[in-house]
């Protein structure tokens, strides 16, 4: 959505709602953490090379991962790719997370890495144990600050093993985090999703839900819903909605009147209808937005759809 288009200006005057997305300063970035994966999920996790396991520990509050099998060089378990932005080869970077294992260790037994590519393209590799600090009850917290090499957009972080027979490799880690800093801080979530303020003056910002990225085509800044999957589906908000945003209450009323206007540009290919406004939550709901040729709109009650 943009406030101009071919030297037309949408009226801004008494709205309770007003999103900008060619406004760079009107969109909220992302954690300072560029992995954004969700930690509790155990499908944004790999092992390679082995048999073993990987589930979500709530005793302990990390990812757990167990090696039982290695290829004649080892193994190693990583994140898949969830990440923010792309390596800066001109600035320092630290890597730093918490783990614990019951497995016996020594300086050379794990390393960590970060690769921009499976297997290839390494950007550092350092002992586990050498860049820890006990944290107390057998957990630690590795950090590492280095400047990388090459760049890459992605960035998984593995910690690799050499081929231990029979023994068993059994490692939590939890608090993953990848910024761009010369020390260790903090950690925040990397999956908080960034907000599109409310330029109204309302604070009705819209909450990113569907990870969309916010690209600049040499002319203006816009939403890129390609390629986006997520769902979203929790309490009474937006539920089976796929990718968009949500606010923190609803800027028009379900009952009433109300006037809606935007410039968007829309290719014209896939979905025939799509939600590009709405508050669908009952009979007597609302959803308007692009379709194939024209526009879309549902309206409750008597008005129908078209």
Known sequence: MALTHSAKTITLDNLSLLLDASNYNSIQTKSKNLLSLNEKD???????????DIYYDSVKSAIYCEMRAYSNWGAYFQNKTEFNGTIDTSKQHTVSFEWYSESEFSSSLFTVEIVTYVGTNGLFGASLLNNSISLGEGWYKFSYTFTPPNTGVNA?????????????????????????????????DGSVPSKWLDLSGNNNHATNYGYQKYSYDGNVYYWDFAGVTSQYSSGNLAIGAYQGFTFASDPVPIYGNFTFSVWIKYPGVGYG???????????????????RGGAYYLL?????EG
């Open 273 to 291: 209808q799509l939600g590009l406004f709405a508050n669908a939550g009952d009979g007597a709901g609302y959803r308007f937005g692009p379709a």
């Open 300 to 304: 409750g009650g008597v008005n129908g």
């Open 42 to 52: 155990p499908t944004n996790y790999y092992l390679a090379a082995n048999a073993g």
């Open 156 to 188: 998984f972080l593995r910690i690799i093993t050499g081929d231990r027979g029979t023994l068993k490799t059994k490692f939590w880690w939890r608090k993953l985090q990848l910024e761009k800093n010369s020390v260790a801080t903090t950690w925040t």
